[in-house]
């Protein structure tokens, strides 16, 4: 049986603190440098763009409603090519965080049998959680190193 992560980001903040850690450390392991704010063009992208990435993805599941396989994570992630794949990236970094799984492919994450709403919604809500701690100015931060 797989434990319940907090439901609001408050909670989360709170009670999730350790996850969020244990995430920014797969984040030291498995990329080098700033390869985990880029996207796939080259790009950088902020935490913060991450963050309102994943915020908007949570509403539109919410408004169009969950249908795994049907209507998910897979739709609901469509969108710029860099900001998706940063948000694949930190959602990923999540679920093994969470599961202690080497690798994960959170778009398919939703279509488990016997996942629920409100574990893809605390999905996005703690993916937006850990973006909002990553770079500010990317593009900044990428001059720098």
């Not at 880029?38 to 790009?43: D, M, N, P, V």
């Not at 409100?118 to 190193?145: E, F, K, N, S, W």
Request: charged share 20%; net charge negative; glycine share 10%.
């Amino acid at each position: 049986m797989t434990p319940q992560i907090a439901v609001s980001t408050t909670e989360l903040e709170a009670q999730n603190e350790a996850l969020l850690n244990r995430a920014a450390e797969l984040e030291a392991l498995w990329y080098t440098g700033l390869r985990m704010w880029h996207g796939t063009s080259g790009e950088p992208v902020t935490g913060p763009q991450t963050a309102t990435y994943l915020e908007n993805a949570l509403a539109l599941l919410e408004r169009e409603g969950w249908e795994p396989g049907a209507f998910g994570l897979w739709e609901v992630l469509d969108g710029p090519l860099d900001l998706k794949g940063v948000a694949v990236k930190v959602l990923e970094l999540i679920i093994c965080a969470y599961t202690g799984a080497g690798a994960a492919e959170p778009r398919l994450w939703d279509m488990v049998p016997g996942r629920t709403i409100d574990q893809v919604r605390t999905l996005l809500l703690a993916g937006a959680a850990y973006a909002r701690r990553g770079p500010t100015d990317a593009a900044q931060d990428a001059q720098r190193a």
